[in-house]
């Protein structure tokens, strides 16, 4: 398909594992983002890459999120030694330019992530 | 700062009746502002933006918002509700931070319509 891609699309984890979640962006886009949307909530910011460079990662809430785009296309998104309050569905997006536009992102389905 | 507040977390109409769906935003410089919808299980999607052209934006489905500056809001409306409209929209304000923008989500409004 030509959208946003993301997997897994659910996922159950232990308290204090780490989780890898992937995005496959559309296709040529330069910019990708990734949110947090708690329930019930809106999404919130985590981190920006342009191509492969993390510009910000301002919103990336402790040492234990880590998000990487080594070849400006598909990105992951990881969380070491998870805990309950990371329990979210976690959103990407992607956009065909520079964030610096107002260009429309275009969302993937998101991962839901429970920790129990 | 930018932020985003979206007066009401549900808004119930009726079939065929008017869409008003209220979101203020507070930013120090010119803003990006954007209406996304998001049905369940999906992600969302982009239902019109606002960026400094026209005041008054059209988007898909027939929903349109208003820019006002002087009153800082941006609101979104439909002037006949479809039962296809009840999802949860999310408005947004996009504004430069290093390296690029952020765009700040509301906390959304979910609208369901009556038969």
């Known amino acids: 398909g030509a959208g946003v891609s993301q997997s897994p699309r659910y996922k159950v984890a232990k308290r204090g594992q780490d989780v890898a979640l992937r995005c496959d962006p559309i296709s040529g886009h330069v910019s990708l983002f990734w949110y947090q949307q708690a329930l019930g909530q809106g999404p919130e910011f985590l981190t920006y890459?342009?191509?492969?460079?993390?510009?910000?990662k301002s919103g990336l809430p402790s040492d234990r999120f880590f998000a990487e785009r080594p070849e400006g296309s598909v990105s992951t998104l990881k969380i070491q030694r998870t805990q309950q309050e990371d329990s979210a569905v976690y959103l990407c997006a992607s956009s065909p330019g520079g964030a610096g536009v107002g260009n429309e992102q275009f969302f993937g389905p998101g991962t839901r992530l429970t920790v129990l | 700062a930018q932020s985003v507040t979206q007066l009401g977390s549900h808004v119930s109409v009726s079939e065929g009746a008017l869409v008003l769906l209220r979101c203020n935003y507070s930013s120090s410089v010119p803003p990006y502002l954007f209406w996304y919808v998001q049905y369940p299980n999906q992600g969302l999607q982009l239902l019109l933006k606002?960026?400094?052209?026209?005041?008054l934006v059209k988007g898909i489905n027939g929903f349109e918002a208003e820019f006002k500056k002087s009153e800082t809001s941006f609101h979104l409306t439909k002037p006949s509700a479809h039962m296809s409209d009840a999802a949860e929209y999310f408005c947004?304000?996009?504004?430069?931070?290093?390296?690029?923008?952020?765009?700040?989500f509301g906390a959304g409004t979910r609208l369901f319509v009556k038969a």
């Open positions: 606002y960026t400094s052209a026209a005041t």
């Open positions: 947004a304000v996009s504004a430069q931070n290093t390296g690029g923008f952020k765009t700040i």
């Open positions: 890459f342009q191509n492969e460079a993390q510009l910000d």
